[in-house]
């Protein structure tokens, strides 16, 4: 239950900076598509702070634990989409 009220706690949070904005919902396609984008790299402000608090490298973990999870997937050498 709890993260179904932090989503909705988020969207009415997103709703009130859309207003302040002036941006109506549902978003144009541009201004939806840079906001999932700056969800996804919010995402990880929270891991890399801890690691620069901790002084684990940070480079080892931005090339495998963040783009992994902003990129997916990425195709290996050679590999093809079908």
Do not use: W
């Not at 988020?10 to 978003?27: D, E, F, N, T």
């Amino acid at each position: 239950m709890k993260p179904y009220l932090f989503s909705l706690g988020a969207g009415l949070l997103v709703g009130v900076v859309y207003s302040l904005l002036g941006v109506r919902s549902p978003a144009p396609p541009i201004i939806a598509l840079v906001g999932l984008a700056g969800i996804l790299l919010g995402e990880q402000v929270t891991p890399i702070a801890r690691r620069l608090v901790d002084r684990v490298e940070l480079t080892r973990f931005i090339c495998t634990g963040c783009a992994h999870h902003v990129l997916g997937k990425l195709p290996a050498k050679g590999e093809r989409n079908a």
